[in-house]
């Protein structure tokens, strides 16, 4: 056999190796554009996730800049998602205040105007199998209530309703109620509605028991959830005490049309699958100085809403001359959603 140039096997190598590193850079560098184009490509809106709103920090611990970039990003998408001009808005806890709320149940007459206006103002899924809804209105069965069954009841009693500083199991109510009802009109002949929410505790249990910190307390008292941090676990979902938190078991359903495009980052955006969220005493607004939405819409002057740090404030004066208890105040959760007579 003839012998080879070593030379030229040599040179061969040399070019296979030279071939071969060439043809790997460039497949890592198509590689990476490809990479780069996907997380910058905005279309379409849902699965724009980019990297540094994956990889962000909680929101209570970023710097305002941090904040700004994140706020932007929102905007951004949801924008696109739903073809309107979408506002995230940042507003923090407002100095000196502290939100509290007050329900008149005598006054309540079941109408669901506060269920239907906090739906469509918070962005909440619509439709039967996706259906969110903050606030719950249980219809419940009157009984009768006399100082002799009071009496008769004794201190304390497990249900745990704290009125006049005594707690006490009224007599004839019936505990469990209709949440779902559509009479056709209300009130009802021997019917009382008891609405409840998120009570927005000063303990709450909730805020102990996440083992991201996504839910936390700010200084206006209301209790908030980062939604972009929420793991899913429901632990808080256990440990309110309250049937207030709500989980996404699917993509939520809201249509483009009916969306508020007015939105905080702590309560009203958009939600996602597998999230917890509840209600925030529509921060988007009590943080600029409105009343909630349910506030407004009640037709009867049920809900009372202020600054419990403001002796002039109409829900001061309601605890210092109506008759006003809490749902399960045993529990030492010091909500500050508060019920009440005339």
């Not at 040599?10 to 790997?24: P, V």
């Not at 709450?204 to 209790?223: A, E, L, M, N, S």
């Not at 506030?295 to 001061?316: H, M, Q, T, Y």
Request: aromatic fraction near 10%.
């Amino acid at each position: 056999m003839p012998k080879q140039d070593s030379s030229k096997t040599k040179d061969n190598k040399l070019t296979s190796r030279r071939d071969f590193l060439r043809s790997a850079g460039n497949y890592t560098v198509a590689s990476l554009s490809g990479a780069a184009m996907l997380l910058s490509d905005p279309k379409p809106a849902k699965a724009n996730v980019t990297w540094e709103e994956h990889f962000q920090k909680n929101y209570r611990l970023m710097t305002d800049e941090e904040k700004q970039e994140a706020i932007e990003r929102l905007e951004t998408r949801y924008s696109e998602e739903y073809g309107k001009q979408v506002t995230v808005d940042g507003t923090p806890s407002i100095e000196g205040v502290l939100f509290g709320y007050a329900l008149n149940i005598q006054k309540c007459i079941g109408c669901r105007r506060c269920v239907k206006a906090c739906v469509a103002e918070n962005n909440q899924s619509r439709g039967d199998e996706q259906q969110i809804e903050w606030i719950r209105v249980l219809r419940m069965e009157k009984g009768k209530f006399s100082e002799a069954d009071r009496d008769q009841h004794g201190y304390p009693e497990s249900f745990g309703v704290q009125v006049g500083g005594n707690a006490y199991k009224p007599a004839g109510v019936v505990l469990e109620g209709q949440h779902y009802y559509e009479p056709e009109q209300v009130p009802e002949k021997d019917a009382f509605y008891f609405p409840m929410q998120c009570m927005q505790c000063e303990k709450p249990p909730c805020v102990k028991v996440c083992p991201v910190r996504t839910t936390y307390r700010d200084p206006d008292g209301i209790v908030v959830i980062d939604y972009n941090w929420c793991i899913g676990c429901r632990m808080c979902i256990g440990a309110c005490p309250y049937w207030a938190r709500r989980f996404n078991w699917g993509e939520p359903n809201l249509p483009k049309e009916e969306m508020n495009p007015v939105t905080h980052y702590l309560g009203n955006r958009p939600r996602m699958k597998g999230v917890v969220e509840k209600c925030s005493f529509c921060v988007q607004r009590t943080r600029k100085g409105r009343w909630t939405a349910c506030v407004e819409v009640c037709p009867v002057g049920a809900r009372k809403f202020g600054n419990l740090l403001d002796p002039n404030s109409e829900i001061r004066k309601v605890l210092a001359k109506k008759k006003v208890f809490r749902l399960r105040a045993d529990l030492n959760t010091y909500p500050k959603f508060f019920y009440y007579m005339d």
